[in-house]
């Protein structure tokens, strides 16, 4: 557990869900009453995953570079599927244990189209804010600040602009 420094948000009324994300590594944090948790952390490397996969290599010569080619292929598409269906049941399974009304991902943006794809609609709704870039080896504080950040600049922007535009639905 990590502390939350009292100059950034404190999440005291309720948690929220903080998710990082790389294309095989994903980590999930609880910020709440100013401590951030590590909830878990999701890793499937490709190199790991191929191990498993060892048994199909076998080819007589001739198309065997052409198929194995496919295959490679077909098995990184797989694997990043069956990563966003992973990153998907651990949000599942951590919204089911606690009232969490809102979830911040940071992620490249091709990861954050296949992990938002992946959630049921009323966990879509949740994402309050999502931040395209990829922050799985930085301090978890991190994330707090980029939102701390982004927050300022929605309410700067909301003081500089007091017309009420009709919002267009």
Known sequence: NMQISNKLPQF??????????GEYEAH???AFQGKLELKKILKMPP?????????FTGHKAGMQDLSSLSHKGKYA??????????VHAIVHDILADSNME???VFAPKFVMVRI????????????????????????PIELIKIFQKEIDKIQKEIIQSPVQRPLIT
């Open 116 to 139: 938002l794809a992946g959630l049921d609609k009323n966990e879509q709704k949740k994402v309050r804010m999502q931040f395209y870039n990829e922050y799985t080896k930085n301090n």
């Open 28 to 30: 999930f944090y609880i």
């Open 77 to 86: 598409e797989d694997l990043k599927m069956k990563f966003a269906r992973n």
């Open 102 to 104: 809102e979830i911040y």
């Open 47 to 55: 190199r790991e995953e191929a191990k498993e996969k060892q048994g």
């Open 12 to 21: 005291e009324r309720f948690p929220a869900l903080f998710i990082t994300s």
